[in-house]
């Protein structure tokens, strides 16, 4: 049996679990996240629940036993470094994941340009 760890619960591995899934794999999947909650879908937090029309509950990819269900751990931290010789992740908490094939999905935040002219346009 394969083990699968995606690092990353936004939509991208999140997505990439759930499809896992529907495709019939049967092996170990875990989804890496530094959040304290279920993967949610980002785009709608930044309208319509900062406007209140959508409660927290509603950002949810899915419900929790969904992850349950579908045999989905869902492990709480950050990732610290990548063995890929041993194939093995370690979390800052010391936590040490084993994986057969490893996802990266952690997205990105926008850098700003240390340029006064780009300090001016916000």
Known sequence: ????????????????A?????QGFTGGVSLVS???????????????YLL?????????????????????????GL?????RQAHRVTLQNGESLPYDHLVIAIGSRPRRLPVTAARRRR
């Open 1 to 16: 049996m394969q083990s699968i760890v995606i690092l990353g619960a936004g939509h991208a591995g999140f997505q990439c």
């Open 79 to 83: 990732a610290e470094s990548i063995d």
């Open 18 to 22: 759930a499809a896992l899934r529907q």
């Open 34 to 48: 530094d959040e304290g909650r279920l993967p949610y879908q980002r785009p709608p937090l930044s309208k319509g």
């Open 52 to 76: 209140g029309q959508t409660s927290a509950a509603d950002l949810a990819f899915r419900a929790e036993s969904f992850f349950r269900e579908q045999r989905l751990t869902l492990v709480r």
